[in-house]
């Protein structure tokens, strides 16, 4: 199978699973909330769970098994807090620290969890969150989340290669760098 063929269907698998958790929860409203940049919390979850689906796949090859349900599930989940944390709300203070435990307890309340997508979702944030992963899979996403964030915060802040080099910027990439 191609790489892109590979993709493909990674992608419909992790687009069917997003659709089956915004019919049986609230994942649509993390369409509604800025993560890194402008790239939406649905986006990077989506995006987290697409990239960690991928590295499954590779670990699989190398004869690695992960609990695959578990993985989607908890990458599409690990920030299901469910506000705007750029919002100046006291509630929202140390937001980097604490939204895995509102994800957590958001989760908790739409969704029955396997103990490998509680730990995924409490665990993703380590080494901000001390206690590292326990289980394969929250290792998975906590690396893919760290990729993914790290993407979605520099790629809005690189110059484009249309963009001249001069040290002024132009309009629009002012616009993109917020």
């Known amino acids: 199978m191609s790489e892109t063929v590979r993709a493909e ?6 687009d069917d699973a997003a659709r089956q958790l915004a ?13 890194h940049g402008d790239v939406t919390v649905y986006t990077h979850v989506t ?12 670990l699989g090859r190398a004869g690695i ?6 993985l989607l599930r908890g990458a599409l989940l690990h920030d299901y807090f469910l506000y705007d944390w750029h919002d100046p709300d006291p509630s929202h203070r140390l937001h980097g620290f604490r939204h895995p435990y509102f994800a957590l307890a958001r989760a908790e309340e739409d969704f029955e969890l396997t103990s490998r997508e509680r730990n995924i979702i409490v665990r993703h944030m380590f080494p ?3 206690v ?4 394969r899979e929250a290792w998975i996403v906590c690396l893919a989340d760290k990729w993914c964030a ?3 915060t520099v790629t809005g802040r690189l110059r484009r290669k249309d963009e001249p080099d001069d040290g002024v910027s132009s309009e629009s990439s002012e616009k993109r760098r917020g």
């Open 128 to 130: 901000l969150v001390p």
């Open 132 to 135: 590292p992963p326990t289980c």
């Open 23 to 35: 019919h049986a929860g609230r994942l649509d409203l993390t369409r509604e909330f800025i993560q």
């Open 47 to 58: 995006s987290v769970a697409r990239t960690s689906l991928s590295v499954a796949e590779r």
């Open 9 to 14: 269907s990674i992608a419909r698998e992790v």
């Open 65 to 70: 098994s992960v609990d695959r349900a578990s």
């Open 150 to 152: 790290l993407r979605e």
